[in-house]
């Protein structure tokens, strides 16, 4: 896997070139579209596609075996697609199965209600959500297995670039809710995978 | 009405005299036991009393006609109370009638929901949530009336002394609901009478 | 009612048509041009009109009946203006009269002063300020309706876009004086309306 | 569970007796010798006792399983103990058996080494660390399950009372990382329990 | 001049008498009435007083003329007075004239207008305010002559021990408002001292 | 005088002319090159003149008698620069003659002690230094006189656009400091050139 | 030395010319590809050289004897090379020689400890690291000489463009380790090769 | 070398023990007068001493040969002497001379100039300074050796607790300026030393 802000071309460009050599599945995250470009242009990699919902760009050179497991991805409102959507190409690059359910946001709560039943059989669920950041705390509330909870840099003015989302989540009064980086969608996907790996390994 | 904290027992008695003389209720607020006891002291006024909940003194010299409406003032958790009861005790002495709905925080939101009818009917609603503060957007989707958040300072570490419930209820998804200070349950209550006066005028 | 910043054009778009289908007033707040031309491109909305002050986008299919009420928003300088003008809008899609009193900074309070006669028939007031807010505190001192405090981005170095003024807000010693979140006009309006509502249904 | 800062004696006992009352095993955390006096005076729980070095009451009426997984919680420093046992007295009254390492700061990192092959053998791992926080991103890059961080509240003047611990976990590269409160040892034991529940029922 | 807090009563009694060997006035700021009492132990400065208000220990070893001009010293509150009384003590050890407004905050704007004429005819000004500080602003816009605004910590929770009132005061829309620290009477008395004397020495 | 930032092209010209219209001279400060294409392409303004490195639009309608003063505008380093220029001209229109002392920051202080003799006469000193702003310090010490300082947004990573400066002059260990907004060299010229006024007054 | 940031291009090369007169070497950091070409076409400099990667112009005038010592800059992730490149080109026109090891963050601690020989024999080590800085504080825990610490601006949301970094390496538990500003990768150099100087001196 | 707060008296003897049964010297830092008394009371360290103006408890078992060099540590004000302390307990326990040089702030220049010659002979310099921390640029500005230099928390309200004092120095803009954290002098001493050290084997 690869972050790629900061980095230029050229070494992104090495670093996958170096992950692809020996048959993995490479991801490369926040990835704009010169990115991915510029790496289409080496002609080296044929199989490589652009996820563009999720600012990733992917190269599955395995297929996994699809989990037993269904990974819960759910977001409060639309503008925190694009990091669920990182979290969802992350998942599913390691052979996780996901789903998404959107929009779901605390001002709207009957929205929520009416997915528990399926939220309720997850291993793990993971939440993303900015502005207030409030679902997080609500849905760890109503299920009993641990939630993954992604901050997002979306909203107004005192949100703070996604602040105001992560006080909130590190001060759930919900048990079993841990908190990753804001926007960092791919974080929660992989330890959500891995805690489900150990799972499904078991059944 | 007296802010206590940073003014001395002579400085106090000396404004609650003042006050007291226009034959007025006198409410201080966030007032320790010790200065209430210097004012009993002073023998000038024997109908105040100390309401240690709410850490209040009241000396309620004229009786107003309790209101027509009701005003919720609903808590996360127990913890929270001593900010609802200077709410409380504010607009009970501005003659408005309240109910206090206790520990209702959205890490178990049945206990909430079946409060929500209740709710419904009012003309406006006071929230009042420490740690993540998630309480108010819950609150303000589930009603169509304003609803006045107060944070309050309570919480583990990164709560920051009441700033994470702070950021959340102004960061929320939720229409109508505003803000007051970090445990200002005194404010949330005036603008709170203040509304409900002038809709049961007009009843 | 949409929140355009990190929505792309297809998004607004769907939301749009999905709220435009009920018949209802359809509001994007924070709508830059090129959202507007997107929409009118679809040919769908032909009764769809940009506000550029308050850079919103209205779509009016049913007109309320105005309200008795007439409510004020008052802005400290020229550059609060897209905020009042969010505000303005919000409200009277909503069927609120509003009346703008622009540029009566504490700066300058003799300007402020000549409304207060028409500030104190109000039941609830709107206050838009930036740099340093105090204007919301002047306001709240004299008059005795709620305030709804407006922070504003705008500012030299050290009002951090607009936490200074959510902060002086925050800290009102008038009472009656909540607070939303910074250049967040849309949730004033909403609260004032509400309020608006219940007191002229009583009359 | 109890969260005992913010709460009167009355209030505690009160709630520690409606938990007790359903036979459950009741845990009262961050509780001061004097909260344990009162509730030992009330005569009620002679099973009650006091985890001194946890700040901790545990009634504990029913003895669960121990479970097939052990648990590692790992502690940079001797300050940072409080919190590990914390988490330790949580987990255990939940049936997980754990093991305490400690003292393998990132300062002594042969110390730490020495623990891999055991840490390589968990489900989960808690890291409690306070000052710069870095040994949960060290412990990340050693083990490929998930790690759990608990920052803490120990430091010289820039740690700001767990700030700077936190935003070192929240900003980790080592993938599997998640973050809770500042010094809730609780948070991560209930977590790291239940994702070793799900675990242990498969084998 | 001697700042006390941080230093022992040995360190304050050496700098104190090294001070007034010279036949200078001495002035002790932030000082418990223990550190006066130390000081009085010594016997060695007879007509050392102190002044509890301000919190200062003051030695007047030679009586300066008085200052032609006054300076108006204004407090927004009651629990402002300890931070003006260390600006009055200070201005008047150093031979200004003083007048000190007290209670004048904007929350009760008429108080304060009252007062216009005689700040008009000041040299310069000292505000002295905590919450929202909106005060400076106020008087800046009613004078033509400089005000020194002096932040204190006085307020409710977002105060944040006077940063509110700092911001408000250095995001002033007026013109010639400069600040000082937060509750540093002394700075604000010996700048506005330094201007009165020049202006006073060509009268 | 106008603070063009946050203002449409539209508006700074009708207060523009607004101001002009009374023969005044105006200033309109932090004005990009286009805003003043615009007001030149009014043709109603041909005396007006763009100060590019003060980053101000000036228009001199009467010719205000030279001070007897001389106003010291003391820099830390070029980068300091467009801020010391805003105070020069907005000095220079209330017609206060000013001196700009450059580049003395205190990592070569043999630079700043040579304008020594030249400080010390003067009544009251603008010192303006970004990165640390340890200027304004070291030259209060040097001079009794006020020091009015600005800091500026200058500087490396943890500088955060001013906020280093800003807190250390509010630190400053020398009396008579006050200090400005960030970068706000307009405020520190207008109080200073007040000041001045009244001492020349005198004269 | 010119830091470039926040000058204009005249100020810049008017800098460098007097600087480069007096044959010294010259460095200007963080300047843009357009400073060098503006530089250049001055056709003043033509052994001025640009070095892309550490967005650093160099002239070198007198070749310095090239430094016994060799000093290690080590750096986390690829992101932080250019800072790394920036200390880098410092050392090396101060004549210091230096060892670049590079993507030897602490997610990876097996890449870093191939290193520890090498990095045991060095005088002092530059450490270079973003996102959660942990990398100084390993470092400085396995070797015994002085380590300073850069953090850099890279990283994920809450990582506040250095800042959590910085507070790392702050409150690092290493002994000796010592921090300069975010991104300061000059200043880091400077004071390494100070240090080796006089180390090599006595050799 | 014991960090002594957050730790139990039990712990702390724990840790001496072990260190001092290895005949090494033995330093515990920031530790109270109790701590030392639970030392003694012991019995088991006849030659532990208390030094009250550091903080420190030392048990020097054997006496290393004095350093050649000389470091001067530097302060601002008295109130820093606790700090500037800890570090010449710290460097003499590890052989190193010292000579503490008092009050020297840059409010009051020439008495640091006065001293400057012997500055300019060290290696190596340790600042120690709080409120506005300006002392270490300017020393750092009259050397050419590395300074390092230690923020303390020192001063009045927008200090921060020392985080005033650390910004500035860490933007300081003079090279070779180096800072470690708030009131760390233990940390200064341990890097001065090391740096000495290797000057010293060379001569």
């Not at 690059?93 to 998404?100: A, F, N, V, W």
């Not at 993303?128 to 641990?146: I, K, R």
């Not at 997002?152 to 980086?181: H, I, K, W």
């Amino acid at each position: 896997m690869i972050y790629c802000p900061s980095k230029t071309n050229e070494q992104i460009i090495k670093i996958f070139s170096a992950l692809a050599s020996k048959s993995n599945n490479v991801l490369a995250t926040r990835a704009e579209q010169s990115v991915f470009d510029a790496i289409k242009k080496t002609g080296l990699f044929p199989k490589a596609r652009y996820e563009k919902s999720a600012r990733a760009i992917v190269l599955e050179q395995k297929k996994l075996k699809p989990s037993k497991s269904i990974l819960p991805i759910i977001t409060a409102g639309t503008a925190d697609l694009p990091v669920a959507y990182e979290a969802k190409v992350t998942a599913e690059i390691m052979g996780q199965q996901t789903e998404l359910v959107c929009d779901v946001g605390v001002a709207g709560l009957h929205r929520l209600l009416s997915h528990v039943p399926k939220l309720q059989k997850a291993n793990v669920i993971i939440v993303v959500a900015g502005m207030e950041g409030a679902l997080a705390s609500v849905v760890g509330g109503l299920v009993s297995c641990p939630v993954i909870a992604v901050p997002t840099s979306v909203g107004y003015g005192a949100s703070f670039e996604g602040l105001s989302a992560l006080l909130t989540m590190l001060n759930s009064c919900s048990s079993g809710v841990t908190v990753v980086n804001i926007d960092n969608g791919f974080s929660a996907a992989v330890t959500a995978t891995l805690i489900n790996k150990k799972i499904d390994a078991g059944k």
